[in-house]
């Protein structure tokens, strides 16, 4: 039976922590009783930086609750770094850890299912929104196009799924090996390679207080996203430079013609022949330089290289 750990980024929840706190709890006993998961299991809420009563009502459940632990961050860093460092502190004592954010717009039901999945052996269940209903036409469809966009990009996502996922020690453990600054948890889980399955995730709307993720908030997590995996866009520059090139290649031939033709004046020939070809010449450098600079943002990133899943061997000596 697995100790289970639910971290639950918060950010000025105040209105929804008492409601949140009573649902997880009875989720916990119902799971405890049906002998799924350990006793010691509990809720760890990660306050991150609240500016209203947040910490304070953490601080009242842990005294009356004894499944409601807390974490109190010393400024906002952002709900993808106060998950990671929630799943950090859980690590040391769990032996999974399901993420779900504080508002449970996801379905607890799937949290079930969830564990039922990691005793059958996956290290990673994803929960993946069948339905987006509750979620506003504008966002259900940008996000819906970014999702298709990461993966023309070559980004391994699971589609439709968001920060609502179960992890083991060891997968955690793997997680622990990316320091990096950008973290955009949804493109570095599934590169960790382990077991991962899905379930599905029916989202609702929000019971009580509002998103915390405006707009802007989102875009800024969408270019992460992408610029965090993905040095393709590099590459585009030298698809630039190579498409001017070869406009000017073509340029060159009507220039030619005109000029032998009498159909120019004196001077424009030279002039566009140079724009074009200086303007190719331009592009394809950058985007030589820009192959370095890729190369040297992956490689200071200091991602780890693999990550072992088993090793057979005998004793040592
Ligand atoms: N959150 C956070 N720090 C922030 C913004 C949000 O920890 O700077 C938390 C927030 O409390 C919630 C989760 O991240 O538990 C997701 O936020 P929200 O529900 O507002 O986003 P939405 O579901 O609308 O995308
Ligand atoms: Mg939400």
Redesign the pocket.
């Known amino acids: 039976m697995p100790r289970l750990v639910i971290v ?6 105040e209105a929804i922590l008492v409601y949140s706190a009573g649902e997880l709890t009875a989720l916990l006993e119902r799971l405890i009783a049906a002998g799924k998961i350990l006793p010691t299991s509990h809720v760890l809420y ?1 306050n ?1 930086g609240s500016r209203d009563r947040t910490w304070e009502l953490i601080e009242e459940l842990h005294r009356t609750n004894p499944f409601i632990d807390g974490l109190c961050l010393a400024g ?1 860093v ?2 993808e770094l ?1 998950v990671m460092a929630g799943m950090m502190t859980a690590r040391d004592v769990a032996d999974a850890v399901v993420t779900i ?3 449970l ?1 996801d379905d607890l039901a799937a949290i079930e299912e969830m564990i039922d999945r990691y005793l059958e052996g996956y290290d990673i269940v994803y929960g993946v929104k069948v339905s987006r209903v509750a979620d506003p036409f504008l966002k259900r469809t940008t996000a819906q196009a970014f999702y298709r966009m990461q993966e023309a990009m070559g980004i391994r996502v699971i589609y439709n799924h ?1 920060n609502f996922r179960l992890m083991s020690r060891r997968a955690l453990d793997a997680l622990a090996c990316y320091p990096e600054r950008n973290l955009y948890l949804r493109g570095i889980i599934p590169q960790l390679g382990y077991p991962s399955t899905t379930v599905d995730d029916v989202i609702r709307e ?1 019971v009580a207080g509002e ?3 405006n707009y802007r ?1 989102l875009l800024l997590l969408a270019v992460d996203g992408i610029t965090s995996f993905s040095t393709r866009p590099i590459s585009w520059i030298i698809g630039g430079g190579l498409l001017c090139l070869l406009i000017s290649i073509c340029m060159a031939v009507y220039v030619l013609v005109s000029y032998i033709e009498h159909l120019s004046v004196p001077g424009w020939a030279s002039l566009m022949l140079s724009l074009w070809f200086i303007g190719s010449i331009v592009l394809l450098s950058l985007g030589v330089i820009g192959q370095y600079i890729g190369k040297i943002y992956i490689e200071i990133k200091q991602r780890p290289r693999y990550h072992i899943a088993q090793h057979l061997q005998h004793n040592d000596q």
């Open positions: 639950s980024p918060c950010y000025n929840e990660v991150d906002n952002g709900s106060a954010d504080a508002d717009q968001t929000r998103t915390k993720y908030k």
